[in-house]
C-alpha cells in the first residue's frame, strides 16, 4: 500500500473514529415503555376529545400478550394435529374478543373522560366504537411516536 494511500485510510478512519455511537445507548423497548398519548378520532375524523396513553409494540406488556396469542394458536394447531383433525376456527365473536384485547393491553390510562381509566371501561367502549381498536393498534405499531433514541442521549427525542 502506498503513502497516500495509507494517509487517505488513516485520515477516513480518524474521522469516522469522532462519529461513532455507542450502541447500547439505543433502547426501542423503553421508548415504547414510556408510551405515546393518542388522540382517538371520530369515523369523520374529527376529534373525540379522548386522549390515550398508548404502549408501543416492543413495549414487554404488548409482546408477552402477542406470545400468549400465538402460543395459543400453535397450541390449538399441535391439539388438533394430534387427533388427526383440523384445528377449530375462532367464531367473529371471538375474533372481536381477541382484537379488543388486542387493543386494551396496548393502553394504560387516558385523559378527557368523565370516567377514571380502567381496562373493563376501555373495552366495553372498544365493543361499541370498534372503528377505534386499529387507531390504538396503528399507534403502537408506529415506532415514529415514540421518539428516536440518539447516540447523544438515552432519551426518546
Known sequence: MNTSVRT????????????????TE????????????LELRNPDGSSTGIK?????????EVVAHSA??????????RLAQRKGK???????EELKAQNIDGAVVRVVGWAGVRQPYTAELLRAALARNPHWI????E???DLGNFGTTSAFSSEAT
Open 134 to 137: 386499529p387507531q390504538i393498534v
Open 26 to 37: 439505543f433502547d426501542v423497548v423503553g421508548a415504547c415503555e414510556r408510551g405515546h398519548e
Open 8 to 23: 487517505a485510510v488513516a485520515v477516513a478512519a480518524a474521522a469516522s473514529a469522532a462519529q461513532l455511537v455507542d450502541i
Open 52 to 60: 390515550l396513553f398508548v404502549l408501543g409494540s416492543f413495549a414487554p
Open 86 to 92: 383440523m384445528a377449530k376456527s375462532k367464531t367473529m
Open 139 to 141: 399507534a403502537a405499531d
Open 68 to 77: 400468549r396469542v400465538a402460543e395459543q394458536f400453535i397450541n390449538e394447531q
